[in-house]
């Protein structure tokens, strides 16, 4: 299961704080306001719980999204300005070979 963090908050401060404790409990950046986390439901419930006490009072748009992991699969990409997320693979230069 995924949770997807998401926000437009006016303040640099705000965002940081949102960035840093997203990260903290083990999000990734997908985007540079889109945050990513990937657990069991009991722990995504728990990445809610915390997200809902952290983002208490912060003015702006901020949105947790619960969706599974074949809905995150099925997004059209059209461009990442991101590098993408650390679960793939590192891109080898093409003079190194495998067997």
């Known amino acids: 299961m995924l949770v997807l963090l998401a926000y437009d908050t006016p303040e640099q401060r705000d965002q940081s704080f949102l960035r840093q404790e997203f990260q903290r409990v083990g999000g990734h950046r997908v985007q540079y306001s889109i945050y990513l986390f990937e657990g069991e439901p009991h722990e995504c419930e728990r990445v809610v719980r915390y997200m809902q006490r952290v983002a208490r009072g912060i003015p702006g748009d901020i949105r947790l ?7 995150w699969d099925a997004q059209i990409i059209l461009s990442m300005a ?4 650390p ?3 590192p891109k080898f230069p093409r003079l190194i070979e495998f067997w």
Do not use: A, C, K, Q
Not at 65 to 71: D, I, K, T, W
Not at 82 to 85: A, G, K, L, S, W
């Open 87 to 89: 679960n793939e693979p």
């Open 82 to 85: 991101v590098t993408p997320p």
């Open 65 to 71: 999204l619960s969706m599974e992991r074949s809905v």
